[in-house]
């Protein structure tokens, strides 16, 4: 099966190298390949530049003159996807590539269609403080809400099957 891993960016040139470096050497689990597609969001801090060192690896690296949104990004990721699986990777190394086999093996396992990732069942890495109680508040809200059972419902850990993600008829182009 094939993972195709989008990296959305913008003004990432401090965590850009270090996230594709981590991506790359990413081990999943047998049976699992990986595509790695970067979707620069208009950046204008030289992370444009830092990317062209990749386009030699085997990245895909898409370029937008103008900031669009992480939601746009996104789209211009799933257009790009050949994979039979989607996971989307910040850049900003809140989160740890580690998660790919777990998510994975859940996935598989339980022969799910979807398996959001969390940043509050492990350890937290760069968040700040209010946006750390602001994201337990709103999901708190909306577990009440909707008597959903979601612990980070902001969390950018999405793996989803392409498929389905390709019919969902992603239209925002904000977070």
């Known amino acids: 099966m094939l993972l195709s891993i989008i990296i959305p960016v913008f003004n990432e040139k401090n965590s850009i190298e ?12 047998d049976g699992f390949e990986k595509e790695i597609i970067v979707v620069d969001d208009g950046s204008k801090d030289g992370t ?18 103008v900031n669009f949104g992480k939601g746009a ?9 050949k ?13 740890d590539v580690k ?23 492990g350890k937290i890495r760069n968040m700040k ?5 602001a994201n337990i508040l709103l999901t708190g809200f909306l577990n009440v809400l909707y008597g959903s059972g979601v612990s980070d419902s902001y969390t950018c850990y999405k793996l989803i099957k392409t498929g389905i993600l390709k019919e969902l008829n992603l239209r925002s182009n904000g977070f």
């Open 18 to 29: 270090q996230i594709i470096q981590k991506v790359i050497g990413c081990k999943l689990p």
């Open 48 to 65: 444009a530049s830092i990317l062209k060192n990749y386009k030699n690896n085997d990245i895909i690296c898409h370029y937008s003159v």
């Open 73 to 81: 990004a996104i789209r211009i990721g799933i257009e790009y996807a």
């Open 83 to 95: 994979g039979d699986l989607i996971i989307i990777q910040d850049a900003d190394l809140e989160y």
């Open 99 to 121: 998660d790919y086999g777990v998510m994975l093996n859940e996935l598989i396992s339980k022969n799910l269609d979807v398996v959001y990732g969390s940043r509050f069942m």
């Open 129 to 133: 403080f209010r946006y750390k109680l």
